[in-house]
């Protein structure tokens, strides 16, 4: 099985920088992901890591650390348009390789 | 490329009655996924199929679920003797099938169960 955790809730100021953990326990290991989600829309792709190490996109950036189980989520220049959840998930090596497990979300408010 | 497309958006019905929502899948992709998505909670993984073929089904799923791709195109998941506890977003993904791939979500169908 697998245990996605990340925080419920983050509030950031518009132009700042917020990070956005994420820790994992899974039994096998086969990428992770970030993805964007606003209020009653669908999931949008962000990020993808399977090697250790920080993969940067624009203003979006995101890490990995295999052995510590660790991933964040990385938003700088905060814009009001980032207010949305960000969804943690994990595929894993074995029999449902190509499911992706999602934890619940950071619901992240960027005030003015 | 049109995006995954859900149908309907909405749909509301009483406890009891069946209900089927449809998805169209990025023309290319052969994997298609079904999740759903409750108030505040990740979504959480039904069933996946690779072309016509359903490969995987949760534990969720229980047998009033079931979900078809006939011709590996399209797809649809059909809920019969709807409960409450059903109520929620219904999410369709799809994939190319290929290494490191990303799932494309649609819109969703959001369920209410009165």
């Known amino acids: 099985g697998q245990n996605i955790d990340q925080p419920t809730e983050m509030t950031a100021t518009e132009g700042a920088i917020v990070q956005i953990n994420c820790t994992y326990q899974?039994?096998?290991?086969?990428?992770l992901f970030w993805y964007q989600q606003h209020a009653g829309e669908a999931p949008t792709f962000l990020s993808y890591?399977?090697?250790?190490g920080l993969e940067e996109k624009g203003r979006f950036s995101s890490f990995l650390s295999r052995s510590k189980g660790y991933s964040y989520l990385l938003l700088k220049e905060l814009q009001m348009k980032d207010s949305a959840s960000y969804l943690c998930?994990?595929?894993?090596?074995?029999?449902?390789?190509?499911?992706?497990?999602f934890g619940k979300g950071t619901k992240l408010s960027v005030i003015p | 490329d049109t995006g995954v497309s859900q149908n309907p958006r909405h749909k509301i019905t009483k406890r009891g009655q069946n209900v089927t929502f449809r998805c169209d899948p990025i023309?290319?992709?052969?994997?298609l996924y079904w999740y759903r998505q409750t108030l505040g909670q990740g979504p959480e993984f039904l069933t996946y199929?690779?072309?016509?073929?359903?490969?995987?089904k949760s534990r969720l799923l229980s047998d009033r679920f079931s979900a078809e791709r006939p011709k590996g195109s399209f797809s649809t998941l059909e809920i019969q003797r709807t409960e409450q506890g059903d109520s929620a977003m219904y999410l369709c993904?799809?994939?190319?099938?290929?290494?490191?791939?990303?799932?494309?979500f649609g819109s969703g169908t959001q369920l209410s169960v009165l």
């Open positions: 899974t039994s096998g290991f086969n990428g």
């Open positions: 199929f690779q072309n016509e073929a359903q490969l995987e």
């Open positions: 023309s290319e992709h052969n994997r």
């Open positions: 890591n399977v090697l250790d």
């Open positions: 993904a799809s994939s190319p099938g290929t290494a490191g791939e990303k799932l494309f």
């Open positions: 998930a994990v595929r894993d090596t074995g029999a449902g390789s190509y499911q992706l497990t």
